[in-house]
Nanobody, 113 residues
Framework: QAQLVESGGGLVQAGGSLRLSCVGS????????WGWYREIPGKERELVAA???????NYAASAKGRFTISRDKSLNAVYLQMNYLKPEDSGVYYC???????WGQGTQVTVFS
């Protein structure tokens, strides 16, 4: 059964960093589009960063200059490096394989000031 498993969330002080990981199993995801999304209670899940099969990347305005999305094809994994974190970055982060519309279970990120 295909699935995505996220890890790397946690509690961090403002200004700190976290690296989220998303590993796929049961499927080969070497050439496809991925996204990292953030969900905050009461709001719709929003796209934070995306990476395409050819390597293009795209970021939400709030993430530009601070977050970096990357992929390791050999490990079937996608990452989100988050630097200079702010309290408003808090939420549950989900990775998604776009072609398969496949979501991970989410990982909680909490940034305190």
């Amino acid at each position: 059964q295909a699935q995505l498993v996220e890890s790397g969330g946690g509690l961090v002080q403002a200004g700190g960093s976290l690296r989220l990981s998303c590993v796929g199993s049961g499927i080969t995801l070497s050439l496809s589009n991925w996204g990292w999304y953030r969900e905050i209670p009461g709001k719709e899940r929003e796209l934070v960063a995306a990476i395409g099969g050819s390597g293009w990347t795209n970021y939400a305005a709030s993430a530009k200059g601070r977050f970096t999305i990357s992929r390791d094809k050999s490990l079937n994994a996608v990452y989100l490096q988050m630097n200079y974190l702010k309290p408003e970055d808090s939420g549950v982060y989900y990775c998604k394989n776009e072609p398969l519309n496949l979501w991970g279970q989410g990982t909680q990120v909490t940034v305190f000031s």
